[in-house]
């Protein structure tokens, strides 16, 4: 990694770091939420951006990963730090299943048929009403111990800086590599010999676990889950901060998960004229800034240098 | 030693009949050109061999494996390479990256700075050395087709195929290119089969020639056999001239 990049890095985390003794116990919650968003973005990334599968289950393991957890300790009094391990696990078969049936298809057919398992996925868990309590939410207990805002905030980071810094690692390994020679061209990626299904289906399972550990968390952080996290809004945003902050790279997701979640705490006055402002954003990104809030820094800097 | 061993290769594309009972053989060491008129069948046929199309009918055997129904990356770690007649680069990664693609697989087992000396080395080979860092997008034709070389060249192949990978080049790179084939050949001890519209540059190198025409095999020998076959000349020039000539 480039020395300023790494520096970078290092600031936010600091900051990261020091942020909850800044700011009022609103902006905690939106913060915390960011670092939800973080996790989403990051992850999605990894299919989206680094292997060209543009998936719509992220959202829906995320549900899978939280309502797993949140039944087990509900029903069962499992502790969360190890219903959510049981909800990674299960978020795994299950995008391993997904993947086998719909990766070799590809492109649109991929979309769509994971745009079908997140609807399944949500309607299920909306109409078990007697597991779930579908849309009245689950009320579920905190990660451990007491409720506190600040220590759900520095698990939250944590779980950043280590999603953060494995990805980092996965993408300088030869999988990494070979990521993104079949997001390039996948008859020439096959061609000098990458497995190309299997790699697109380790990305796909890494992405799913992933998500399911992100709402796990947040699940247990909110303490009442609903089917609002396995839903097509929640993955349109996770989608729309991924894009806006820049499909691709380590730092897009980041800053647009961040970016779009401060945004939307200053436009929710507008009600339901929020979602215009977001689309006015998003085409505005679409014309003007087509590879992101870091693509356009990186070309910025370029230009300089 | 027989390597690669084409038995009735068959393909139709809806209607049209793009391959029909090919069958033929390549000799280990062997340079083997593959030529017909536009149409022919000869990139289906590559996509047979390397399994980016599967035949309806007939096996494909290399070095006495059946690999008919093998997937393309299984094939191109058995030992055969390619380039593509329309380039592929992996657009967004340098070129040093595009060949380390190939040898994360080809040579698993060695170190990172180990495939990147021998990435660098393939580079130079094929003369792309200053340009390690550009992406491949950036690169003209020529260096994308030269970079195509390198990667096939990456997978440590025993048998090469090459697509017009020198088509498209003035006068002076054709033998330049050609003095790289022979070079490859002999460094690398490959066998290769190659299509090639470039005339001169498939009759001075190549052992034996294949001629396809509407998907059949129609004639196959020596350079200077081919070269006056009369089924030949009438599948490139038609009729009239073939009588006249």
Redo the contacts between chains.
């Keep these: 990694m480039k020395r300023a990049n790494l520096v970078s890095w290092c600031i936010a985390f600091v900051v990261a770091l020091i942020l909850p003794f800044l700011v009022s116990d609103y902006w905690l919650h939106s913060l915390i939420s960011g670092l939800f968003y973080v996790l989403m973005a990051s992850s999605w990334n990894l299919i989206a951006g680094y292997t060209g599968q543009v998936s719509f289950a992220h959202a829906a393991f995320a549900g899978i990963g939280c309502y797993t957890s949140g039944i087990l300790a509900v029903k069962f009094g499992i502790p969360p730090f190890f219903g959510i391990l049981t909800g990674i696990i299960l978020a795994a078969l299950l995008s391993l299943t997904l993947g086998a049936l719909c990766i070799r298809m590809g492109g649109i057919y991929l979309s769509l048929t994971t745009l079908g398992f997140s609807e399944i996925v949500r309607i299920i868990i909306q109409n078990e009403y007697k597991i779930t309590r579908g849309t009245m939410g689950l009320k579920v207990p905190f990660l451990f111990g007491n409720y506190s805002k600040i220590t759900a905030f520095y698990i939250m980071l944590a779980a950043v800086v280590l999603v953060l810094v494995g990805i980092y690692f996965v993408l300088k390994s030869d999988l990494g590599l070979q990521f993104r020679a079949v997001q390039n061209d996948e008859i020439a990626a096959a061609s000098v010999g990458v497995p190309v299904v299997f790699v697109r289906l380790t990305a796909f399972v890494m992405a799913g676990s992933l998500a399911a550990l992100a709402g796990g968390l947040y699940g247990h952080y909110l303490l009442l889950i609903t089917p609002h996290i396995p839903s097509l809004d929640t993955m349109f945003l996770v989608l729309a901060m991924t894009v806006i902050g820049g499909m691709g790279t380590m730092a897009g997701p980041v800053v647009g998960a961040l970016f779009l979640e401060i945004l939307s705490e200053y436009i929710r006055v507008y009600g339901e004229f929020h979602v215009l402002v977001f689309a006015i954003v998003a085409m505005i990104f679409a014309r003007f800034f087509p590879q992101g809030i870091v693509g356009f820094m990186g070309n910025l800097i370029k230009q300089k240098t | 030693m027989l390597l690669l061993e084409l038995n009735e290769v068959s393909k139709s594309f809806g209607g049209v009949k793009a391959l029909e009972n090919v069958t033929a053989e390549v000799q280990e060491g062997e340079i083997v050109g593959l030529i017909g008129p536009n149409g022919a069948g000869k990139t289906t046929l590559f996509n047979v061999i ?3 199309i599967k035949c309806d009918r007939g096996k494909v055997k290399f070095a006495g494996k059946d690999i008919t129904k093998y ?4 094939i ?2 058995l030992g055969i ?2 380039t ?1 007649q329309i380039v ?6 340098s070129c040093l ?1 595009n060949v ?3 040898l ?3 040579e ?1 087992s060695r170190s990172k700075n180990e495939r990147i000396e021998k990435a660098q080395e393939l580079l130079e080979t094929v003369g792309l050395a200053e340009k390690e860092q550009t992406p491949a997008g950036n690169l003209n034709l020529i260096d994308k087709k030269r970079l195509e070389l390198a ?2 060249l ?2 440590n192949p025993r048998l090469l195929l090459l697509d017009e990978v020198i088509g498209g080049l003035n006068s002076y790179e054709v033998g330049e290119a050609i003095a790289l084939i022979d070079k490859l050949r002999k460094n690398f001890k490959l066998t290769i089969l190659w299509i090639e519209h470039v005339m001169k540059a498939i009759m001075q190198l190549s052992d034996r020639i294949l001629v396809l025409d509407q998907g059949k095999l129609i004639c196959e020998g020596t350079p200077e056999e081919v070269s006056h076959d009369a089924r030949v000349i009438r599948a490139y020039l038609g009729d009239s001239s073939a009588s006249s000539s």
């Design positions: 390397a399994g980016v997937p393309t990356h299984k191109s770690t390479g390619r593509f592929r680069p992996f657009a967004t990664m990256e380390l693609v190939a994360s697989i080809s698993k990667r096939a990456a997978t």
